[in-house]
């Protein structure tokens, strides 16, 4: 399956931070909320994501909601993704960035296989 990943889309100095994952038939919207001061040590306070249609139609989740919270283990396994995805080793390809991308990118599907019924 082919995918794009958009990583850090957001204003400066902002505390949200979007992530968007667009596939061949739909997208996953991830939004990250942090705490403090971004440009010093921000903490990781809670990571939302949604599923959209390539038309912008959300996409009801198993319990009939739009959004999933992570949580617990997948939590603690996200923050550490999503440190890869922002390390400097990363941004100045010293390591595989399609793998990294791919830990990442698969760590949300199976987060999406669990909590949605898709078509």
């Known amino acids: 399956m082919n995918y794009t990943l ?3 889309t957001q204003e400066p100095y902002s505390n949200i931070v979007f992530n968007t994952i ?3 038939s739909f997208k996953v919207n991830i939004v990250e909320r942090y705490a403090g001061r971004m440009n010093s040590n ?3 306070s ?3 994501f949604k599923i959209r249609t390539l038309d912008d139609v959300i996409i009801k989740t198993r ?3 739009g959004r999933v919270k992570i949580k617990g283990d997948h939590f603690e396994t996200y923050q550490k993704l999503i440190k890869v995805l922002n ?3 990363y941004k100045n390809r010293l390591i595989n960035r399609q793998a990294a ?3 990442y990118v698969h760590f949300i599907l199976s987060l999406v296989l669990v909590n949605y019924q898709l078509n």
Request: net charge negative.
């Open 42 to 44: 921000p903490k990781l």
């Open 6 to 8: 958009e990583l850090n």
């Open 101 to 103: 991308d791919q830990d």
């Open 46 to 48: 809670y990571v939302l």
């Open 22 to 24: 667009v596939f061949d």
């Open 63 to 65: 319990n009939d909601n």
């Open 87 to 89: 390390s400097y080793d």
